[in-house]
């Protein structure tokens, strides 16, 4: 279930974010930023971090605030997905990583297969456009969506990276530890029901 205190955290910086961006009052400014320091508090509450190391990494936001893009790469082959090793936590995942700007979400995703696995991809389909929030993930200062494209491999061959220890290929019922943060069990699932139905259309939140 998720963390009903970072649920309020996550509103309470978008509405400062974007109180700041819009606001030229001084005394209303001045609300927005204690708002803000409201928010890195309760943030400090729930996750690793202190209110002043929170509250730089809000401060560096920028504009309306809206939800950040994470694209992740669905490949398989021969009935089994393509998960690589995050050497920051030492447990596996999809393949991807923010989507940059300047680049087109199939852009973004096969960049980062060929970063993080050494295979030169294709995407060909949109598999789910899903919110991070409604998963089951590990906390997150930011509200996200993620974008799931399937991709076909095209070249390469399996090479991890500075990011990445290992890469390998894992049938359903084989999965290794994941990391939750950035993968979950039931949105692996969800991408198995379109690996055996292709038609399926895309699932979204």
Known sequence: MADKNMERVRLLQSMAQTGLEYARDPYDRDRYRK?????????????????????????REKGYATPKVDVRAVVFREGKVLLVREKSDGCWTLPGGWADVGDSPAESVTREVLEESGFVTRAVKVLAVLDRNKHGHTENLFHIYKIYLLCEITGGSARPSDETSEV???????LPELSRQRITRGQLAIMFEHYRDPGRPADFD
């Open 168 to 174: 390998g290929f894992f049938g359903e019922e084989e």
């Open 35 to 59: 708002i803000l320091t409201v928010a890195s508090e309760m943030a400090a509450d729930s996750m690793a971090g202190t209110p002043g190391e929170i509250e730089m990494i809000y401060s």
